[in-house]
Nanobody, 121 residues
Framework: QVQVVESGGGLVQPGGSLRLSCAAS????????MGWYRQAPGKERELVAN???????NYAGPVKGRFTISRDNDKNTVYLQMNSLKPEDTAVYYC???????????????WGKGTLVTVSS
């Protein structure tokens, strides 16, 4: 059984910073891409950033230069450092990981339950 769990959300003032973490656990064979998505009220879920197993990163336009994604392969963990936060960054942030479970072939997408980030004064 494989699961991913996010942590680190909360309330922050505009211009502030937060760091999200997401740890994958269970019967893991290998982890391919890991990433963060977000869903604001009344909007569809959208990609924020993702990172490949060898560290290649990709960012959505609105967060480029403000957010940084990284991962620790030894800990099966992905991070999202969010700086210069804006009210429009308010959303539930979801972790996604493409994981091949042990003794299986091919990867599956696993999602966390989400962590709320609120940017407000």
């Amino acid at each position: 059984q494989v699961q991913v769990v996010e942590s680190g959300g909360g309330l922050v003032q505009p211009g502030g910073s937060l760091r999200l973490s997401c740890a994958a656990s269970g019967s893991i064979g290998s982890i391919n891409n890991m990433g963060w998505y977000r869903q604001a009220p009344g909007k569809e879920r959208e990609l924020v950033a993702n990172i490949s197993s060898d560290g290649l990163t990709n960012y959505a336009g609105p967060v480029k230069g403000r957010f940084t994604i990284s991962r620790d392969n030894d800990k099966n963990t992905v991070y999202l450092q969010m700086n210069s936060l804006k009210p429009e960054d308010t959303a539930v942030y979801y972790c996604n990981a493409n994981i091949r479970a042990r003794f299986t072939y091919g990867g599956m997408d696993y999602w966390g339950k989400g962590t709320l980030v609120t940017v407000s004064s």
